[in-house]
């Protein structure tokens, strides 16, 4: 039987578990998620194989924890440090920002070579766990536009645009050829601009 490193068999559990996310997180920062394996995670995170497969049985389920981990932290991050009464615009710079410093932490190829790679079930299970970002941008333009702040169309569509914007950073970013700050300004003004609001 395996050894149990802590009180109870669920709090092990939920310990391996967090040990194998880090190992990931860890892992992106230097090879890119497309670059990860089993091996590599199992390695990184100090347990065997098998081990690892009993938690998650292939590359996109781990994945998906994973995505399910960050979209979580992102929300956390930018209710707690957005302050009381801020303007949609400010909402917005923050989840440029807060997008931007994700790109940069947890590194991945872009939506087209993901769904390549995970296949088209995963990629949209994958979509579905990022859809509260989308939310929340679809709600601070929503906001925008009803405070007259903002001229949008069409919103969802415009949000599409204002992710693809921010997409459009991550090589830079990854490269070191621009900051998340300098990559924010820039994302943040072109944006504000497009809606009606500099």
Known sequence: MPRISAATIGEH???????????????????????????????????????????????????????????????????????EGASPAERLRAFVRLQLA??????????????????????????????????????ILDSGVESGDFQVAEVAATARMILAVIGAERLPLISGAVTVESAAELVSGFVLRALGSA
Not at 31 to 48: F, K
Not at 105 to 113: F, L, M, Q, S
Not at 115 to 126: E, M, T
């Open 102 to 139: 994700g790109l940069l932490a947890h590194p991945h190829p872009g939506a087209a070579d993901l769904s390549a790679a995970l296949g088209p079930d995963a990629y949209q299970q994958l979509a579905e766990h990022v859809a509260p970002m989308q939310r929340i941008l679809v709600d």
């Open 13 to 83: 559990r939920a310990q391996t578990q967090d040990k194998i996310l880090q190992a990931v997180a860890r892992l992106s920062r230097v090879q890119g998620i497309d670059g990860i394996s089993m091996t590599d995670v199992a390695n990184e995170a100090g347990i065997t194989r098998t081990v690892l497969y009993n938690y998650y049985p292939d590359k996109a389920a781990l994945l998906l924890a994973f995505t399910e981990r960050v979209t979580h932290y992102f929300i956390d991050s930018y209710e707690r440090d957005l302050r």
